[in-house]
């Protein structure tokens, strides 16, 4: 089974770029996670996503971040434009849903430098 | 509000010595626990799970947790430490009412030869 695909890997950008991730959960996952990881620290959510409801945004900082899932399947992070205290590492993960289970299954992240 | 503390950052073993992880918990439901590892530019891989059904937890690649609630614990061991076990680990207790992770903040597991 294919786990949570993240792309790119890697993204490196000046200040004031836009910049943009992308997500593919796993099969049947119907709940999908945004997560930043600075260095050093544990991941922090940004948005969870249950089908294509953004059910938790409350952490996602909404003059310059913005996300979509449309269809309920993948789903895009987009900074615009990005400062420099957005270097950082963003994970995707996605579970069954909420009630079902609450375990989560992560993607290999982004790690994104800004310059 | 749910927490958990992860009381060391660093913790360095010998290879094929025992490995202990500690983590103490806050949360005022019963808790579902979690024990993630994360090795250099990779994404968190779960290594178990305490969901009530047993105080001890076993999980993959030779990993255990046991929960006590007495103690508000909920610590990682390993008898026998491997060189790939050097990674980063992440404890997290789920919120019962929002799913929301709240994670440690880490610590660093290094196994020498």
């Known amino acids: 089974e294919a786990g949570v695909v993240q792309s790119p890997r890697y993204k490196i950008i000046e200040k004031k770029q836009p910049v943009a991730f992308w997500c593919n959960p796993i099969s049947g996952h119907n709940t999908l996670y945004w997560y930043r990881q600075n260095l050093g620290q544990g991941p922090e959510l940004l948005i969870r996503y249950e089908n294509e409801e953004a059910v938790d945004d409350s952490q996602l900082p909404k003059d310059r971040f913005s996300a979509e899932r449309l269809k309920g399947v993948d789903s895009t992070l987009k900074i615009q434009p990005a400062e420099l205290g957005d270097s950082a590492v963003y994970l995707c993960?996605?579970?069954?849903?909420?009630?079902?289970?609450?375990?989560?299954?992560f993607g290999p992240g982004t790690r994104l430098t800004v310059l | 509000a749910q927490s958990v503390t992860q009381l060391d950052s660093h913790v360095s073993v010998s290879e094929g010595t025992p490995v202990l992880l500690r983590c103490n918990y806050s949360s005022s439901y019963s808790p579902s626990l979690f024990w993630y590892v994360q090795h250099p530019n990779k994404g968190l891989q779960l290594l178990l799970k305490?969901?009530?059904?047993?105080?001890l937890v076993k999980g993959i690649n030779g990993f255990e947790a046991e929960f006590k609630k007495s103690e508000t614990s909920f610590h990682l061991t390993k008898p026998s430490a491997h060189m790939s076990d050097a990674a980063e680990y992440f404890c997290v207790v789920s919120d019962v009412e929002t799913y929301k992770y709240i994670f440690g903040t880490g610590t660093r597991l290094k196994v020498l030869a």
């Open positions: 305490y969901t009530s059904a047993a105080t």
């Open positions: 993960a996605s579970s069954l849903p909420s009630g079902v289970t609450d375990t989560q299954y």
